[in-house]
């Protein structure tokens, strides 16, 4: 009965044992396990942890989850965005400039008064100053026609002092230089679209940096501007173009591509201009040469694309002033592919020969409407008649 007895107590006390061990290990090891990876698919940052049953402790796996996080690399800073500037308005530029100009012209002008204050006005006397105008720029039509003028004003007046001489060269210099073609620019909306400027010359006469020049006096006028880098064959036209833009808010549409079709960047151009209601869109075209024909023909592509979706209000032919008689050639050229409505002399402040606006005028029959003055952003001003001839006379 004893042993009986014991028999039951040993195996109750066995039992008791196992049961213990099987209910407490699967409910602790198993229940942290399932809070961990609920934790983890909540976060998705922390490492998978070995079960126990792997050989790792229960103290490790603690170390594990409350080890801090990995820190993240530190991001490099947004580059600042260029500070907008305001551009002065273009009204009063070239009389801003006039002193400019005159340094630079006042040989010019200073040659001529010096000839005809002469007592004695001889043959020889009167080649002189054709010849001075020749070198000018003038050329040799226009200068002859102005020496035929003055021999009769000196005949018919007689007796000529300083200011006289002055005065009549003067009204001569304006006779030249005036127009009856309006000087203004086109850049006024029109239907309900912005005007377009298509700008064109040949390689290095200024005519990207011509365009931001542009697009800074027409910001400063109250203009909103939207640039077109349609120079896709050089690489960095489209990045000067930009931060011309930048400087002053324009928008600047360009092409991601190399080589880019130049046509369809400018009627982007045009499109982006239409649908941000912009009042003008400048369109800066390749540096043609006027001696490739397929170049030439482009051009005038890039023209026809953009009529598709709207008219070309202004085609201004940059020319730089120092080249004479070789800008004269390449403006026969432009004028026979597109219809050029104005002329852009850039350089007009670094030479003595500012007889190249009577005589493109007269080889094209356009006006010349702006004049570079100087390497400012600024520089750019409208062509102004009166004040061209005063600073050439060193009035």
Known sequence: MIAYIILIVVVAV??????GTMFL???????????????LDLTGSMPAVKDADSGTGAGTATATATAPPAQRPAQPPAPARPTLEKPPPSAGRMVRLRSRLARSQSGFGAALLGLLSRDRLDDE???????????????????????????????????????????????????????AASRALRTQRHEGRPAV???VGVNGTGKTTTCGKLARALVGDGETVVLGAADTFRAAAADQLQTWGERVGAEVVRSDKDQADPASVAFDAVSTGIEQE??????????????????????GKVKRVVEKRTSVDEVLLVLDATTGQNG????????????????????????????????VQRELGVPVKLVGLGEGPDDLAPFDPVTFVDAILGG
């Open 14 to 19: 066995l039992l008791i044992g196992v049961g």
């Open 278 to 299: 912009a009042d003008v869109v400048i369109i800066d075209t390749a540096g043609r040469l006027h001696t490739k024909n397929d170049l030439m023909d482009e051009l």
């Open 125 to 179: 006397t009167w080649d002189e100053i054709e010849e001075v105008l020749i070198t000018a720029d003038v050329g040799v039509t226009p200068a002859r026609q102005i020496v035929s003028d003055l021999r009769t004003k000196v005949k018919v007046e007689g007796t000529r002092t300083p200011d006289d001489v002055r005065e009549m060269l003067r009204e001569e210099l304006l006779e030249q230089v005036e127009t």
């Open 328 to 359: 004269l050639r390449q403006a026969r050229v432009f004028a026979e592919v597109v219809d050029v409505t104005g002329i852009v002399l850039t350089k007009l402040d670094g030479t003595a020969k500012g007889g190249i606006v009577i005589a």
């Open 197 to 199: 400027i298509l700008m």
């Open 25 to 39: 290990r699967p409910r602790g090891m198993h229940g942290v396990r399932r809070s961990r990876n609920r934790a």
